[in-house]
């Protein structure tokens, strides 16, 4: 299996040209395969775990989203979640889904979203210390899949707890020795 995601990419491309989902048998990639949801005190058992084929997968899903708003098929994230043709993990489940997500819990509402379909587990700062624009923020408090009884009481909760203020500085304070070191796939595994 190559490592760059071509085999994610090319099992994407597949699926879509004969219209079906990523999580129907025609993907053909090991390791991607349908996983069924069982009985949990959370919003869902995480049986999968984040890999570099996981990370693929979201990256090509968001694009396709992307690409399905770009060109009308949907408008809203609502709307392409509910689109079979924009959203590959669409099923019979997301005719009454409602997800609400601001500027800045989208990208959170997303990856909670992708989560809950193919199972892996997430998790997401809870509260912090210290107050917007300071040099002082911490994580206090984490919240998880395990925390909630639903996708929707879980994206409900993340809503209401998650702003755009989170880690956000001023532009007076020196962070260059905060900053993370840059994204490299190896530093995941």
Same mark, same amino acid.
């Given at each position: 299996?190559?490592?760059?995601?071509?085999?994610?990419?090319?099992?994407?491309?597949?699926?879509?040209?004969? %219209?079906?989902?990523?999580?129907?048998?025609?993907?053909?990639?090991?390791?991607? $395969?349908?996983?069924? !949801?069982?009985?949990?005190? #959370?919003?869902?058992?995480?049986? %999968?775990?984040?890999?570099?084929?996981? $990370?693929?997968?979201?990256?090509?899903?968001? $694009? *396709?989203? @992307?690409?399905?708003? =770009?060109? @009308? =098929?949907?408008?809203?994230?609502?709307?392409?979640?509910?689109? +079979?043709?924009?959203?590959?993990?669409?099923? $019979?489940?997301? @005719?009454?889904?409602?997800?609400? !997500?601001?500027?800045?819990?989208?990208?959170? *509402?997303?990856?909670?979203?992708? +989560?809950?379909?193919?199972?892996?587990?997430? +998790?997401?700062? #809870?509260? *912090?210390?210290? #107050?917007?624009?300071?040099?002082?923020?911490?994580?206090?408090?984490?919240?998880?899949?395990?925390?909630?009884?639903?996708?929707?009481?879980?994206?409900?909760?993340?809503?209401?707890?998650?702003?755009?203020?989170?880690?956000?500085? !001023?532009?007076? *304070?020196?962070?260059?020795?905060?900053?993370?070191? %840059?994204?490299?796939? %190896?530093?995941?595994?």
């Amino acid at each position: 299996m190559e490592k760059d995601g071509s085999h994610v990419r090319a099992a994407l491309r597949r699926c879509a040209a004969v %219209g079906c989902l990523l999580s129907c048998a025609c993907v053909g990639v090991p390791g991607v $395969e349908q996983r069924s !949801a069982t009985e949990t005190d #959370g919003a869902w058992v995480a049986t %999968g775990r984040w890999d570099a084929a996981e $990370e693929d997968l979201f990256a090509q899903w968001v $694009e *396709i989203l @992307g690409r399905a708003r =770009a060109g @009308g =098929a949907c408008s809203t994230f609502q709307s392409c979640l509910r689109n +079979s043709e924009a959203n590959l993990l669409f099923d $019979e489940d997301d @005719g009454d889904l409602r997800l609400f !997500a601001d500027c800045a819990d989208l990208p959170y *509402i997303a990856r909670a979203y992708f +989560s809950y379909k193919r199972r892996l587990p997430f +998790s997401f700062v #809870g509260a *912090i210390s210290g #107050g917007r624009y300071t040099s002082d923020n911490r994580v206090l408090a984490r919240r998880s899949h395990l925390d909630y009884s639903s996708l929707s009481a879980l994206t409900r909760g993340l809503s209401e707890t998650v702003h755009s203020g989170f880690f956000r500085t !001023a532009p007076a *304070i020196d962070v260059r020795a905060r900053r993370p070191a %840059g994204p490299h796939r %190896g530093r995941w595994a």
